[in-house]
């Protein structure tokens, strides 16, 4: 791991732990019912994963309700993470595909991935529902979906990880 990029203020990051420390990742489960009740769903720019969300909720009146109540879950570290970091590898952006890298380094990068970003995700659900699109080429990119999410999820695993211990909450020999 390469060394961390420069805190611009200890005090605002302390200001996130209130954002931070109630915490429970809550990863993808084709059922409802495993996001529970309680704990956070951490979401990068939580604006636009709210707003997929909000679109679930309209194309599904039986379960419209529990997936609008997902979004009072929602914690976003991307504005601590703007407010407070800052490494020159982040090349101006604050996008998990910039910041991840700058970060760990090389094998966090989203680079030779088929799916890499979020567009490219939309593409290939595109290509996936075609009824033209081959079949081996369909197995292709839900494959690739699958790792670009993996990875996304991880990501974040790792990002609230460094936060936690960037504030103190956890030491390095806990994770």
Known sequence: MRPLPKLLSKAKIMRGYHCLKNIYLTVHHPDL?????????????????SSRISEMA????????????????IVDPLPLI?????????GCSFSLKAVAPAIWGGSQSYDRMLVANGTAAQRAFEEIINGETPTDRKHELIQASLEYCKKDTL?????VKW?????GLVSMETT
Do not use: H
């Open 58 to 73: 309209d194309y599904s009146i039986e379960y419209s309700k529990k997936i609008k109540s997902l979004l009072d879950s």
């Open 33 to 49: 019912e495993a996001c529970g009740e309680k704990g956070s769903i951490v979401a990068y720019y939580s604006q636009f994963e």
């Open 155 to 159: 990501v974040m695993v790792e990002l």
């Open 82 to 90: 703007r407010d407070t970091v800052y490494d020159n590898e982040f």
């Open 163 to 167: 936060l936690f211990q960037e504030v």
